[in-house]
C-alpha cells in the first residue's frame, strides 16, 4: 500500500540543484536565485486559495516563522492561482510571507519541480533548499486533502540542512 507521502517528485530528487524560476507575489516579483548564498528557502506548493486544508496549512506555516528563521529559512507558498486570489486570500489570512503566482503561464513552476496532480492543479507539496541551492527535503502528499505534518516539528528537514550554515 502507498504511503501518506513520497520523497521524490516526477523530476527532482534530495540532492538535486532546484530549479531556479521567478514568480510574482502580487505586484513584486520573486526569485529564487536571490536567496542563493543568503537563506534557505522552503517552497510550499499548495493545489488551491481559499480551500479548507490550504487554508488551515499557511497560517500553521504563519504561527512558526519565527522557528523558521532561527534555521535562516524563508517560507513561501506556490498555488497556479492568480495573483489576485492569492491577494485576497493571504489578506483573508493574515499571512506575511510571499505567496507566489504559477498563474502564468499555467503551472510552469509546478512543472519544473514535478508536483502537478493528475487533476491538474499543484500536489500539496513540499521542498526545502538550502542556500547553495540544493534541494534538502521533500514531501510530496499524495491525497490533496491531507495536511502535512508539523514541519517544524520534524527534524529530518533540519537534518538536511546541517551541512550548511544555518
Known sequence: MEGKSRSETTTLKVGDIAPDFTLKA????WRLKDHRDKTNVALAFVPYAFSSVCSAQLPAYEAELERFKDF????VSISMDSTYSLNAWR???????PLLSDFYPQGKVVDMY?????????NRALIVID??????YIEVLN?????????TEQSNWRTGLGGCTI
Request: net charge neutral.
Open 131 to 136: 542556500k547553495k541551492g540544493i534541494i534538502r
Open 114 to 122: 514535478g508536483v502537478r496532480h493528475p487533476l491538474g492543479m499543484s
Open 72 to 75: 535562516d529559512t524563508a517560507v
Open 26 to 29: 502580487g505586484k513584486e516579483e
Open 143 to 151: 491525497n490533496p486533502e491531507d495536511m502535512p505534518d508539523n514541519l
Open 91 to 97: 489578506k483573508q489570512m493574515n499571512t506575511t510571507f
